[in-house]
C-alpha cells in the first residue's frame, strides 16, 4: 500500500492566496483527519470525516479555512485567503472507523510570506 | 471532555537505559483507544503501539510497552534499552468510541538519548 499521500510536500504562497492541500488516505479507510502542528500549538485536529462526512469541525480556526471529502479516495484543505500566521505543517491521516489507529502523510509544510 | 495531558516537554536518558514518557488522559466515555506516536527530526508520525480501555493486559511491541493504569487515567510509555535512534519527539493520543472516532493528541515530549 502506497500509504497516505499528501501533495505538495511543500508550499510557499504570499499573503491573500488562496492554498489548497490534497490528501489522498489509504484504501479502504474510512475516516480522514487534518492536522496542523507548530512549535507553539504542537499537533491540533482541524477537523475529521467519517465516510466522507464530517463529524466534527470545531477546530478549524475560522471561516477562512475549509475541508471537502468529495468521495473515499480524495480530501481537500482549503485557506483563503492565506495570512502569514497560518504558516504550519498540515498533516493528514487516515485509518479504518472505530478505536484504530490512523496513519499519517509526510505532511505539508506551509509558508505563508 | 476528552483530554490529552503530557507534563514532560523534554527528557533524557543514557544509551541501554529504559525510560518513562508519561501520559494522562480524561474521558467520560467508557470506550476508548490509547496511542502513542513517534516524530523523528525528519516530521514523519509514527504509531508505536496501541492500547484499548477494555484490554485486561498493557500493551507490548518489542522495545516499547504501555504502562496502562486506568483508575489513574494514565497510559505512560515505557522504552526499554535506548538506542540513539530513539532521540525523537513522543505523543500520547486518545480516539474515544462516542466521538466518531476523534482523535486528539497530548503536547509532546522530546526525548534525547545520550551515547
Known sequence: D???IQSPRHEVTEMGQEVTLRCKPISGHNSLFWYRQTMMRGLELLIYFNNNVPIDDSGMPEDRFSAKMPNASFST???????????????????????????????TRLTVV | AQKITQTQPGMFVQEKEAVTLDCTYDTSDPSYGLFWYKQPSSGEMIFLIYQGSYDQQNATEGRYSLNFQKARKSANLVISASQLGDSAMYFCAMREGNQGGKLIFGQGTELSVKP
Open chain 1, 2 to 4: 502506497a500509504g497516505v
Open chain 1, 77 to 107: 484543505l482549503k485557506i483563503q485567503p492565506s495570512e502569514p500566521r497560518d504558516s504550519a505543517v498540515y498533516f493528514c491521516a487516515s485509518s479504518k472507523q472505530g478505536l484504530t489507529e490512523a496513519f499519517f502523510g509526510q505532511g
